[in-house]
C-alpha cells in the first residue's frame, strides 16, 4: 500500500514537473510508460509498427499541449485513454484499414490514375487546337517566323 502512494505521488509529480516543460520528466514519464502502452494497446491494434506510431503521436500531442492539460489522478489511465482514441483517429485515416481488400485500393489507383491521364492529354489537345488557331490568325510572314522559331 505504501509503495502504492510512493508510485501515485510520483506519477503526480513528474506529471507537474513534465507540464512545467521539464523535459528530463517528460522523457521519464515516456520511458515509464511505452512498454506499458504497447502492451494495452495490443488489445486495439495488431500492428506493432501501427501501435508503436500511436504511441508516439500520442506523445507529442501531450508534450505540445502539456501547458493546456489538467491534473490527473493516475497518469496511466490518462495515457491508456489517449492512446486508444489515438489507435481510433489513425485506423479512420488510414486509407488501406477502411479497403475491404488491398487489390479495391490498388484498382482505385490505377482508375484514379488513367483518368488523370485521360484529362491531361484532353487538356494538351485543346490547348495544341487553341494554339493553331491563334497561329491561323497571324498574317502570313508571323506564321513563317513562329515555323522558323519553333
Known sequence: MKRSLQNNTDETTLWISFKKGDVRAFEQLY????EVLANYGYRYCTDKQQL??????VFVDVWR?????????SV???????????????TRHDPLETSEDINDFLDL?????????SIEQET????????????????QRQQEAINLRF
Open 109 to 117: 489507383l490505377v482508375a484514379f490514375s488513367s483518368e488523370q491521364q
Open 31 to 34: 520511458n515509464r510508460y511505452f
Open 52 to 57: 508503436e506510431d500511436a504511441i508516439q503521436d
Open 76 to 90: 496511466k489511465f490518462y495515457l491508456f485513454r489517449a492512446l486508444r482514441h489515438q489507435v481510433i483517429r489513425n
Open 65 to 73: 499541449r502539456r501547458q493546456h492539460l489538467a491534473d490527473v489522478d
Open 124 to 139: 494538351r489537345i485543346s490547348q495544341t487546337q487553341a494554339v493553331a488557331k491563334a497561329i491561323a490568325q497571324l498574317s
